[in-house]
């Protein structure tokens, strides 16, 4: 039996029998429960690893479960999913955790198959098992793929604008599926030469992208994660402006994202490369902001036009009045500092809305939508953006 054991409890067949299916395509071995007086019974036999549990059911509620889980000192991992307001659920997880359950995430649903795969891709302990050697055949085969997770930038009061997007790699594996950068990024990040061949692979795909969406009439901004090797290199930034030229597009649209850990490696080899990449006119960003204990020092010393906020933050927003606080004197500060905000993990319109009164820049989540592919955020932007007009 796979070490990941995920045990779904919800009262909905249908909807238990779907996230089940998407999870043994995941790798967990799946046990799936509609009866909430059996849910004690099947936690012992079973033994999740992962638990999915619903809060509204007949009978036995959701937080009675959570106190029973707490009683059995249950160490699994708890999603709380529900179709109740994100308060409730927000609520539901604190006193999850309260009671020393470790609460590993929640959602509202409905929730789509993208999403759901990456919410328990994350949860999984058996990752599955690659080797650099596959990692650098599927590059060269053509098995990798890059798919759009769509950025919302803020124009007036109820109007958001789909303008942008962040370019996430995906590995379409023959055996294993569709898998995630947690499933490989660490062998290409060992390999100076994997990890050139992978962020030049979605460089430029990402950029043939942004280009054909330019000859629609969609002028996307375009966001990029940057590894840690490539601020070591101060040959990077002609070479990406080069890459930028080839492809016809104004190095403004470009916006690089960097890891705070990776922004402090060598500082001032790092400030070299930053600071020429903004004399040339292309974006950094500084991503997870306020994770760290040196985040503050790193917006004065380090020549950023962007921050991104971790969601974690955005959750806390959702459920505490100290955590909407916290947001938005993060938000008033970057902009005392010229820099734009954008906020990850916005998951419905009342957090929007929040940041709205925040004057928050940019957002990113499931509320705007998920990472897709490109045809798909196509329909997606002139969905949303129809709206917002509207």
Same mark, same amino acid.
């Given at each position: 039996?796979?070490?990941?054991?995920?045990?779904?409890?919800?009262?909905?067949?249908?909807?238990?029998?779907?996230?089940?299916?998407?999870?043994?395509?995941?790798?967990?071995?799946?046990?799936?429960?509609?009866?909430?007086?059996?849910? #004690?019974?099947?936690? =012992?036999?079973?033994?999740?690893?992962?638990?999915?549990?619903?809060?509204?059911?007949?009978?036995? &509620?959701?937080?009675?479960?959570?106190?029973?889980?707490?009683?059995?000192?249950?160490?699994? *991992?708890?999603?709380?999913?529900?179709?109740?307001?994100? @308060?409730?659920?927000?609520?539901?997880?604190?006193?999850?955790?309260?009671?020393? +359950?470790?609460?590993?995430?929640?959602?509202?649903?409905?929730?789509?198959?993208?999403?759901?795969?990456?919410?328990?891709?994350?949860?999984?302990?058996? =990752?599955?098992?690659?080797?650099?050697?596959?990692? !650098?055949?599927?590059?060269?085969?053509? !098995?990798?793929?890059?798919?759009?997770?769509?950025?919302?930038?803020?124009?007036? &009061?109820?109007?958001?604008?789909?303008? #942008?997007?962040?370019?996430?790699?995906?590995?379409? /594996?023959?055996? /294993?599926?569709?898998?995630?950068?947690?499933?490989?990024?660490?062998?290409?990040?060992?390999?100076?030469?994997?990890?050139?061949?992978?962020?030049?692979?979605?460089? !430029?795909?990402?950029?043939?992208?942004? !280009?054909?969406?330019? %000859?629609?009439?969609?002028?996307?901004?375009?966001?990029?994660?940057?590894?840690?090797?490539? +601020?070591?290199?101060?040959?990077?930034?002609?070479?990406?402006?080069?890459?930028?030229?080839?492809?016809?597009?104004?190095?403004?649209?470009?916006?690089?994202?960097?890891?705070?850990?990776?922004?402090?490696?060598?500082?001032?080899? %790092?400030?070299?490369?930053?600071? =020429?990449?903004?004399?040339?006119?292309?974006?950094?960003?500084?991503?997870?902001?306020?994770? #760290?204990?040196?985040?503050?020092?790193?917006?004065?010393?380090?020549?950023?036009?962007?921050?991104?906020?971790?969601?974690?933050?955005?959750?806390?927003? @959702?459920?505490?009045?100290?955590?909407?606080?916290?947001?938005?004197?993060?938000?008033?500060?970057?902009?005392? +500092?010229?820099?734009?905000?954008?906020?990850?993990?916005?998951? &419905?319109?009342?957090?929007?809305?929040?940041?709205?009164?925040?004057?928050? &820049? *940019?957002?990113?989540?499931?509320?705007?939508?998920?990472?897709?592919?490109?045809?798909?955020?196509?329909?997606?932007?002139?969905?949303?953006?129809?709206?917002?007009?509207?």
């Amino acid at each position: 039996m796979s070490e990941d054991r995920l045990l779904v409890m919800d009262d909905d067949p249908d909807v238990a029998e779907l996230f089940g299916q998407i999870a043994e395509g995941l790798g967990f071995s799946v046990r799936v429960l509609n009866d909430p007086g059996k849910f #004690g019974t099947a936690v =012992r036999e079973f033994e999740p690893s992962v638990i999915m549990l619903d809060l509204q059911m007949p009978g036995r &509620d959701g937080i009675e479960l959570l106190r029973e889980l707490a009683a059995e000192r249950s160490t699994a *991992k708890i999603v709380i999913g529900s179709g109740l307001d994100n @308060r409730v659920i927000a609520t539901a997880a604190e006193l999850g955790a309260a009671m020393g +359950l470790v609460i590993a995430g929640s959602f509202c649903k409905p929730i789509t198959p993208e999403e759901l795969k990456a919410m328990l891709g994350g949860l999984r302990t058996s =990752r599955v098992v690659v080797t650099a050697e596959e990692l !650098r055949h599927a590059i060269a085969d053509g !098995r990798m793929a890059v798919h759009y997770l769509p950025k919302a930038t803020y124009r007036s &009061d109820g109007r958001w604008i789909i303008d #942008g997007a962040e370019a996430l790699v995906r590995w379409q /594996h023959p055996e /294993h599926g569709l898998l995630y950068p947690a499933d490989f990024l660490h062998l290409a990040e060992e390999s100076n030469s994997l990890i050139v061949e992978l962020t030049d692979f979605v460089f !430029r795909t990402a950029m043939e992208q942004t !280009r054909i969406w330019l %000859t629609k009439g969609l002028h996307m901004e375009m966001s990029l994660n940057l590894a840690t090797h490539f +601020l070591a290199d101060l040959e990077f930034p002609d070479r990406l402006l080069a890459l930028i030229a080839e492809h016809g597009l104004d190095p403004a649209m470009i916006t690089l994202e960097l890891k705070e850990t990776a922004s402090v490696k060598d500082a001032d080899v %790092t400030l070299d490369i930053l600071t =020429r990449l903004r004399v040339k006119n292309v974006n950094v960003c500084l991503d997870d902001f306020g994770t #760290g204990a040196s985040s503050l020092t790193h917006l004065y010393r380090m020549p950023f036009s962007e921050v991104k906020l971790d969601n974690t933050f955005t959750e806390d927003m @959702r459920s505490r009045s100290d955590g909407r606080a916290f947001v938005e004197g993060l938000v008033y500060l970057a902009h005392k +500092l010229k820099l734009k905000v954008c906020a990850e993990g916005v998951e &419905d319109r009342s957090t929007l809305k929040m940041l709205e009164g925040m004057r928050c &820049d *940019k957002v990113q989540g499931h509320h705007v939508g998920p990472a897709m592919r490109a045809r798909e955020l196509e329909r997606t932007i002139e969905s949303w953006n129809a709206a917002a007009v509207a």
